[in-house]
């Protein structure tokens, strides 16, 4: 990141991100990671320095969402000098299997 506030990614949101790189790159092809990989890209400079923009999820306090594309959300929450990220879940699946959880 250029400036703002440090990113960190959980092991659990790491696992997801590799799942989802695996099922593009199994079943779409380098076009659709590459366009994955910008628009994250995009998504963690944009929440590095504008940590509050994104809004609240609904599923626990202090939880942000931010969908990155249509089919995938990143969920992160921040303190004064850090962005965690927690999940980087796949809209495809029901909303009860969101893991927070390193």
């Known amino acids: 990141m250029k400036s703002g506030f440090r990113v960190f990614?959980?092991?659990?949101?790491?696992?997801?991100?590799?799942q989802?790189?695996?099922y593009l790159r199994d079943n779409f092809g380098e076009?659709?990671?590459?366009?994955?990989?910008?628009?994250?890209?995009f998504v963690l400079?944009?929440?590095?320095?504008f940590p509050k923009a994104y809004p609240e999820s609904d599923k626990q306090k202090g939880i942000r969402k931010a969908i990155?594309?249509?089919f995938n959300s990143l969920y992160y929450r921040s303190?004064?000098?850090?962005?965690?990220?927690?999940?980087?879940f796949s809209n495809r699946q029901g909303p009860e299997k969101i893991k927070f959880d390193n």
């Open 79 to 88: 303190d004064e000098k850090t962005v965690e990220i927690l999940s980087f």
């Open 20 to 22: 989802t790189f695996d």
């Open 9 to 18: 990614w959980t092991d659990n949101a790491l696992a997801e991100l590799q």
């Open 45 to 49: 400079e944009f929440i590095s320095k």
């Open 68 to 70: 990155v594309l249509k």
């Open 31 to 41: 076009i659709q990671l590459r366009r994955l990989a910008r628009e994250i890209e």
